[in-house]
């Protein structure tokens, strides 16, 4: 009795723990899900649906309730663009390993093309913890080519945490290799999201986009007048030059319709390979950091080609912070100091 006792103890006293977990991680595997609330709060989802072609965070959505990123292919927004289906939230995945582009691949790829693409596929939720400050989710993944080839296990270790005016993301990026995996030289990479529209570049000038059904647009310049953002990077390089320069950090700040200022960074970490990253930073809403491009970015640099042979690993460790307000480098810098220290 005594013991039937205790334990009932112990399960009330988890249940309530639980009850109380100001970071909460929920999984719904049914639903293709994992929903991230901060004091009830809706902070982001891991999600699979069958429409994209890898798991992705989306929305990511600061700690005043404003959404960060774009809508835009899940759940579209007034006035987006709607260029570069695959653009979808926060993801991670390159666009050359093995020849093969994980990266461009979306269902606007005609089948006949399929073949040259990859996706990575979901696997299951190995664990998902919620907590007072922080919570926990820990997924595995398959990256299989266009032939049908798994060539990458990965398993990916996201922790959701909140903080005085900002919410942090750390993600942690175990890569196995299944075969002999070559990441080639390539800008299309590695760790990035797409910003809501109020986060584009005022400067952007336009370009040659994807549509919505996989063709080329031309985009005589940036059709928004609410465009606010402006990068910057550990290094001092601002706006449109940051693309293609390397910084241990890169952070993005502008305000919403409403004047409300949010600034988002993503801080890389010493240990990644590539360190310090190329920030493959576009003044239409991509803010990605790529490690494993360098030619691509420099023509004086050697071509980088990252290579694992099979049975090794690799690991990737990024910070992405959003704040509520507009933050400067030093503040940004602090954060990168304390991410390097394990911190």
Same mark, same amino acid.
């Given at each position: 009795m005594r013991s039937l006792f205790l334990a009932g103890l112990v399960a009330a006293s988890l249940g309530g723990a639980i009850a109380s977990a100001q970071v909460k991680v929920t999984p719904n595997e049914a639903g293709r899900r994992v929903d991230v609330t901060i004091d009830g709060k809706a902070f982001t989802s891991y999600v699979w649906p069958t429409s994209l072609m890898k798991p992705v965070l989306d929305p990511l959505i600061a700690e005043d309730g404003i959404q960060v990123t774009r809508g835009y292919p899940l759940a579209p927004l007034p006035n987006e663009r709607v260029d570069h289906p695959h653009h979808a939230g926060m993801w991670f995945n390159y666009g050359n390993a093995n #020849?093969?582009?994980?990266?461009?691949? %979306?269902?606007? $790829?005609k089948p006949e093309e399929k073949h040259k693409y990859g996706t990575i596929r /979901?696997?299951? $939720?190995v664990s998902a913890k919620s907590g007072k400050d922080s919570g926990e989710l820990v997924v595995d993944s398959i990256w299989q080519t266009g032939e049908g080839k798994d060539i990458l296990k990965q398993r990916t270790r996201y922790v959701f945490a909140k903080r005085k005016g900002a919410r942090v993301i750390d993600q942690f990026v175990t !890569?196995? @290799? !299944?075969?002999?995996?070559v990441f080639n030289d390539d800008k299309e990479g590695l760790l990035g999201m797409r910003v809501a529209s109020w986060l584009e570049s005022p400067e952007e000038k336009g370009g040659m986009f994807m549509d919505a059904n996989g063709k &080329?647009? /031309?985009v005589a310049a940036v059709p928004n007048s609410t465009a606010t953002g402006v990068y910057e990077t550990s290094e001092g390089v601002k706006g449109t030059k940051v693309w293609s320069t390397r910084g241990r950090w890169c952070l993005l700040r502008g305000h919403n319709p409403e004047g409300k200022a949010v600034t988002l960074a993503i801080i890389d970490e010493p240990k990644n390979p590539g360190y310090p990253?190329?920030?493959?930073?576009?003044g239409y809403g991509l803010? @990605?950091?790529? &490690? !494993? #491009?360098?030619? $691509?970015?420099d023509p004086k640099a050697p071509k980088f080609s990252y290579t694992l042979e099979k049975g090794?690993?690799?690991? *990737?460790?990024?910070?992405?912070? !959003?704040? %509520?307000?507009?933050? #400067?480098?030093? /503040?940004?810098?602090?954060?990168?100091? @304390? *991410?390097?220290? #394990?911190?």
């Open positions: #020849g093969f582009d994980f990266w461009n691949n %979306s269902t606007a $790829i /979901q696997v299951g $939720i !890569l196995e @290799a !299944l075969d002999h995996v &080329p647009t /031309q990253t190329y920030w493959h930073a576009r803010f @990605a950091a790529n &490690p !494993l #491009g360098a030619n $691509i970015f090794k690993t690799t690991q *990737f460790k990024y910070r992405v912070v !959003l704040y %509520s307000g507009a933050v #400067g480098a030093d /503040q940004v810098n602090k954060e990168a100091d @304390a *991410f390097a220290a #394990g911190k």
